[in-house]
């Protein structure tokens, strides 16, 4: 987060790391469209159980599985023949004696990445570290993800992407490439949750799986949306990702600068740059009081006249019974006097493994429940969870581009999907409970149903 001047007092700031920063190398002298590919992946903290085994075969089952899935697809969506991929090119990039791969000078220079590769039609991937690193960090999700991301860029050039991309480059930046490709990665994925596939395990918890790792192949902090490198942060990625696992192959297609928003952003100030967009934990607590409180006042008493926010209470002893604050986590509503609870142990590591927004989403989350208990709503159930979930992107959506006081920083979204996708605190409810099958995955959806619907699209019907 980044306050700007008189909004807030800035007290003493600590300097405080991003849980891994994302590098994205570029390979030199590569002509594709695609450069800087997806590089070395960042782990991501998500707690997700998948099955592990050796990387190898599955990448041999998905693209035979992608190959299939296109050949099916394409023709039905788009009304012209498939042309298969014509190779994908697993390569050992520690052997030294490995002939040049496509669109590469030496396999070496693959190292960590992974690519499409125009010119040769050819899917092309790092299997002495990529894929295995994949395979270790995120269980087959990762290599399935990753590699029908990559098949997705096959698709845009079969759909004349490239060459449309050549004669205006200004209406195709990377920045949509990418998300058109993770898009087609959702696309293909949905269809292989719906009809599983031997040897490709893909479920609700590999899905969630797949998720981190596009997290972890997020850009650097403060690239813009709007470079010609950029790929995306991890909301833009996992937004592009939903929409094609939630829609088609057409939905991707359409994909344009017009019906997309990217929330990726420079940083605001040195000095936010500096801290690389953390505040320190007090700092940020008393920033997100002040402001969710005028916001989300406002968005109550809209209900519900005369209603004020809560002020935010510090302590595991203030409002909240020291059961009711353990169990809906870092940050509690408390329905005994509607007042919202932080407990600063809990809420530390927290800031200090995801960063500082990670803290901002559960405290907003609660700030949702609080809202809710003013509109007469149920505060407990699944529905309160979601929209409390949904309150949190709502208050997010109008942080990236304010008109004036406190705003996101790079990172910010990157580590709000982070903490979603971590655990289920911003969708627990006033008792501490959340559906039994509650997947990152569909809070990632609730937050960002917020963030483009605004307050108004989450409250449930009365
Ligand atoms: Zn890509």
Known sequence: MRLRRGAVPVLALAVVLVAGTACATTVPGRASAITGELAAPVPAPAAVAVATGPAGAVTGAITAELQRFWRATFPAAFGRPWRDIAQFVPVPTRDATEPPPPCVGRAADLDGQAFYCP?????????????????????????????????????????????????????????????MADCDAGVALANLMQHPVAGLPFGPAERDAALAALVGFRDPLGVEANDQSAHGNAFDRVSAFQDGFSGDANRCAAMSLDNQRFTQRHFGSAADQARKGNLSMPTLLAAVEADARTWFGSV????????????????????????????????????????????????????????????????ASRYGLAVLAADGKRTTGSVAGDAATCMAGAYTGRLIDPNGGFALSPGDLDEAVQVLLADDWAARDARGDTEADERGYDRVAQFRSGLLGGPESCFPPA
């Open 300 to 363: 109550g008493a809209a209900r519900s006249p005369g209603w004020t926010a809560p002020l935010l209470r510090p302590s595991p002893t203030g409002a909240c019974p020291k059961g009711q604050l353990t169990a809906q986590g870092p940050a509690s509503f408390c329905p005994v006097d509607g007042s919202v609870a932080v407990d600063p142990a809990t809420l530390a590591p927290v800031h200090d493994k995801l960063g500082d927004y990670a803290d901002a989403v559960l405290v």
């Open 119 to 179: 010119a040769a039609d050819a899917v092309v991937w790092d299997a002495d570290g990529l894929l295995p690193d994949l395979q270790r960090d995120y269980g087959p999700a990762g290599p399935i993800v990753v590699l029908s991301h990559e098949v997705g860029h096959a698709v845009q050039t079969r759909l004349g992407v490239d060459e449309a991309q050549v004669k205006d480059p200004a209406r195709y930046p990377t920045i949509l490439l990418e998300a």
